[in-house]
Nanobody, 118 residues
Framework: VQLQASGGGLVQAGGSLRVSCTAS????????MGWFRQAPGKDREFVGS????????YYADSVKGRFTISRDNALNTVYLQMNSLKPEDTAVYHC????????????WGQGTLVTVSS
């Protein structure tokens, strides 16, 4: 089982970036997917999630209205579209799966670094 995040990079404040997470080794369509981030020296925090059906999304208050999560089950990929980026969005972004939206998130993927310059 592997979750591989990609698409991170350096962007100026106010800009946009889309990060992706591609899964292998699992039945992607049966997993709700979450995005989390961890900034240097801080705890990991929840960013948002999308249900296994793709019909429900949830967002942390800090990103609501700026970030959008979507999924493409044909490509086994979940996306995080980030708009109006702020320097405080700088972090390593990780994806994780939760089967049938139940229980703890497992598996977790390697992260991708997003750096927002002021």
């Amino acid at each position: 089982v592997q979750l591989q995040a990609s698409g991170g990079g350096l962007v100026q404040a106010g800009g946009s970036l889309r990060v992706s997470c591609t899964a292998s080794g699992l039945t992607f369509g049966s997993y709700g997917m979450g995005w989390f981030r961890q900034a240097p020296g801080k705890d990991r925090e929840f960013v948002g999630s999308i249900s296994w059906r793709g019909d429900n999304t949830y967002y942390a208050d800090s990103v609501k209205g700026r970030f959008t999560i979507s999924r493409d089950n044909a490509l086994n990929t979940v996306y995080l579209q980030m708009n109006s980026l702020k320097p405080e969005d700088t972090a390593v972004y990780h994806c994780a799966g939760r089967k049938w939206d139940i229980g703890d998130y497992d598996p977790w993927g390697q992260g991708t670094l997003v750096t927002v310059s002021s």
